[in-house]
């Protein structure tokens, strides 16, 4: 986080949209002897009509307060979406904060019922995609998403994750932008400095991906995986919001292939709901014994 601990996350932001967009995709000539990739300082300044002066301050984090106007026009300029313009715009309204602890992510009792009462496969994530409880479905659809792992380390760094997905290079650039979304401007919270150090240092993909910036929602879609058991699934995910953590469900067209491809995988796996020995409430549903 080296952009988020030297306080200067909008200059750093600019910085990474404007190497990113091509003089041709601005309406400018490509010109030679270009030494930057994308446009050059210069250039976003005059397409967005502010001064060449102001907008290198605004870079180097020497005027952290532009005005609505100001970022409109450069989100014109750098061809930024709705997810993106909204995320530069809550960069310039960030404000210092008090440095905050880690501190648990408690699932709720309530959600340990439902996850036993799933059929399909469930999980809790916590803001830093940590799993915090699972049911027997989504472990048996990977093993990976039992409690204690981190769905975003897995993707990463664990070949037999990186196998399970049809399009993997699609899956990192999504959960890597959606991270960026997550963190927002809570940088001093010490799990996302945690994991995103251990993933900077560990990955190269994740090294070329975070310093893109980019950002993204990852509330929902469809998927492709490559079960080791029953082959190939397409399944629909979906992220519902419940307290501080999230319900993740991944589930299939009603009577297709993998509809039925799931219902085996349900059927090769005899395990009750266990959730997580420290989260689980003492009237949850536990594991039967042989």
Known sequence: MKDEESGNRLGSYLRARRELVSPAQAGLPPGGNRRVPGLRREE???LAGISPDYYLRLERGRDKNPSPQVLESLARVLQLDGIERTYLLGLAAARPRAPRR???EPVPARVHELLAHLDIPAFVEGRAFDVLASNPMAVALSPRLQPGQNRLRSLLL???EQAFHQDWTK???DSIAALRITIGDDTDNPRFIE???ELALSSQRFRALWGRHDVRSLDGGTTTVHHPVVGELRLHR?????GDVILVVYYPDKDSDSDEKLRLLAALSHTEYVGTAHDRPADAPRPKTP
């Open 171 to 173: 899956a990192t650039a």
């Open 44 to 46: 976003v300044a005059l």
């Open 102 to 104: 880690k501190r648990p």
């Open 238 to 242: 979906d992220k519902l919001a419940i």
């Open 158 to 160: 664990d070949p037999e």
């Open 195 to 197: 994991l995103v150090g």
